[in-house]
């Protein structure tokens, strides 16, 4: 039986890699800062600790040591820093959930090699005001360079699922509906989507495997944002209004400027078999447009 951390896991891919942890028959603590629900009951040891209070969370974790630690709430390079510093030789291994986003907008599918979080020049001091992409970037070198423990990064692009509580698929399903505008400067550019099952899957496989770095993870084949509007009025039986840019609040999730999109060749080779977009985002559609249309 393994013992394993999950900073964050009480939503959506979180949720679900908690959930297969268990099912595996593993020993599970989740940390979270307690402004949800603790959906697993006494299925886990519930840690509360705001993992931005670096003395506060080695006061919550005590002595406990790890077999893996999965971090899903890592955005700034500090908290980086204070994580390989928390867990030098209680953590067996660390996975660390980055993004998409480290890499530039435009250009072939991005391999790992297009940015070198080992080779990543760290500022001195840390700058106070950053961005997602960036705060990701700083992450993934931090603990590459810096924690004295094996580490493994998970390139995600944006993740789909029912439970997606940023809805950024559902807004566009709703949009579709009511006949409200979409802004998309680019809407044939092919962007890279993930199912959050996908994501916990993966999660749980650079957990139990020797996978070290960073890795792209995304399902198999891209898609345009308005490929995904003519899936939506295909499921619909409604014509969406696409333009190219519309106020803030109809401006498209998915409104990319340029081709986004990741090459997964280095897991695929080391033995994970990623699902096939088409196979799952169309039914995802189907059912978010049934649910909408139900909805009081």
Known sequence: MRKIIVLGGT?????????????????????????????????????????????????????????????????????????AELFAGRAGKYVVTSSLSVYPYGGAGKTEAMFDARGYKLPSPYPADIDYSEGK?????????????????????????TEDYTRRLHFHVEHVLQGRPIGMPAPDAPMSFILADEAAEFLDWLGRSAAEGPYNACSRGEISPGGVVRLIEEATGKSANVVPEADGE???????????????????????????????????????????????
């Not at 994970?272 to 978010?288: G, K, N, Q, V, Y």
């Open 11 to 83: 939503r959506f891919f979180g949720r679900k890699l908690v959930e297969r942890l268990l099912a595996a028959g593993d020993e599970v603590a989740i940390l979270t800062r307690g402004g949800l629900p603790n959906p697993f009951g006494d299925r886990v040891k519930h840690i509360q600790a705001d993992r931005k209070d670096a003395a506060a969370l080695r006061e919550a974790l005590g002595d406990e040591k790890y077999d893996v630690v999965y971090d899903n709430i890592c955005y700034l390079p500090q908290e980086a820093e204070e994580a």
């Open 250 to 296: 109809d401006q498209s999730p998915f409104g990319i400027p340029a081709p986004w999109y990741m090459d997964t060749a280095k897991a695929q080779a080391e033995g994970f078999a990623f699902r096939e977009l088409s196979d799952w985002l169309p039914r995802l559609i189907d059912r978010l447009a049934q649910e909408e249309r139900t909805s009081p």
């Open 137 to 161: 970037r700083l992450v993934e070198a931090v603990l590459l360079q810096k924690a004295p423990f094996p580490v493994a990064a998970a390139r995600f692009p944006i993740v789909l699922g």
